[in-house]
């Protein structure tokens, strides 16, 4: 009587303490891409119920070949900004900005940029306390870009973060540390982009992730996490990728009157050729539907999390909620994923 009297008590301890277990430590964010920063009702709601924390892509910088040097490009609209937002500026510059820039021009190009998110800053009043760069650097541009990184830091004075990809991960002694107070990693677009209709998911897959994140523990950086919310479809002709659209879905894909279902999970097959949102389809036409969703983010979670250090606070920046599907995605599911951590 007492030995079950006391097996009692330890299972009803147990479940207490499990019941009580305390959430992942971890904030929700959003990335914002396009280049007019405006917010319908429902982005603007989800985007208040999980934290008002938004990272916009403030401009890219490119490279002109014609007139050789850098230049901004696509710099963001912001048209109208809800009260309340914690507003982390994103530059994006591409691997051939610093493949063209010499090593003398580099200061001033962080200088440039340190200027221009300053000025759209002190138009709409956004007090920022971080920026995020996006690069997806080489081995022949690491110590340019690494010098950029600490040029702008030292002008800028904010923390400053750095996207991070896997390979950089895996092969970080060649690929370099930034030299940032943290990385992002990217956890997403992890496979390759092909014709073949029996090749996994290249948005996220767990056999390509696996062969990478076993490298998280040794990676010496303190990394916040990106997961993806988009799908595509890959465009196939003649066996060639020739394009790959956000805007084509299932919903397009599953008309009859256009196309039909072939082998595989999500391959259809154009049986007429016509015109789609002002993109040509020709008969025979193939698309290889990749999509996200929140079985696909929980997996990835889950893979994630077994192999991610512990660390005093995540944050989990989705990608993105100017296109997000929010028949799929919404406020329950996206921090119940953000738990996880």
């Given amino acids: ?26 904030s929700t964010a ?6 007019g920063f405006k917010l319908n009702e429902q982005q603007a709601g989800l985007l208040k119920q999980t934290g008002n924390n938004v990272y916009i892509r403030f401009f890219d910088v490119s490279w002109n070949d014609q007139e050789q040097r850098s230049y901004p490009n696509a710099v963001v609209q912001l048209n109208e900004l809800p009260a309340g937002l914690n507003i982390t500026p994103v530059i994006y510059i591409t691997n051939k900005t610093f493949e063209n ?20 800053s002190a138009e709409k009043k956004i007090s920022y306390t971080k920026v995020q760069v996006d690069c997806d650097w080489s081995l022949s541009t690491r110590d340019k870009y ?15 973060e750095a996207t991070i990809r896997l390979h950089q991960v895996k092969f970080k002694e060649r690929t370099g540390i930034p030299p940032v107070d943290a990385g992002v990693l990217m956890f997403y677009n992890m496979g390759k982009l092909n014709a073949d209709l029996q090749q996994p998911n290249s948005i996220y897959n767990e056999d390509d992730a696996g062969k990478y994140i ?6 010496p950086l303190k990394l ?17 990728v020739i394009q790959v659209y956000g805007k084509i879905g299932r919903r397009q894909l599953t008309d009859r009157a256009h196309f039909e279902p072939i082998e595989g999970p999500a391959n259809y097959r154009a049986t007429t050729s016509f015109f789609l949102d002002g993109i040509y389809i020709k008969q025979n036409d193939i698309f290889k539907l990749e ?14 999390t077994q192999h991610l250090p512990k660390q005093k606070h995540t944050t989990i920046i989705y990608y993105e909620l100017a296109n997000i599907d929010l028949s799929k995605f919404n406020q329950e599911t996206l921090t119940q994923i953000s738990a996880r951590f």
């Fill in 1 to 26: 009587m007492f030995k079950s009297l006391g097996w009692l008590t330890v299972i009803v301890l147990l479940s207490t303490l499990t019941s009580c277990k305390k959430p992942g430590n971890a």
């Fill in 30 to 35: 959003f990335y914002y891409w396009k280049t």
């Fill in 101 to 120: 820039t010499a090593d003398t021009a580099v200061a001033a190009l962080a200088g440039h940029c340190n200027k221009l998110i300053n000025e759209l």
């Fill in 146 to 160: 690494f010098s950029f990184l600490k040029a702008f830091k030292k002008l800028n004075q904010k923390r400053l």
């Fill in 214 to 219: 076993v490298y998280l523990g040794s990676y």
């Fill in 224 to 240: 916040d996490i990106a997961l993806p919310l988009f799908s595509w479809a890959i465009h196939i002709r003649e066996g060639r």
């Fill in 291 to 304: 999509e996200t969703d929140s079985n696909t983010l929980n997996a990835a979670a889950i893979q994630l």
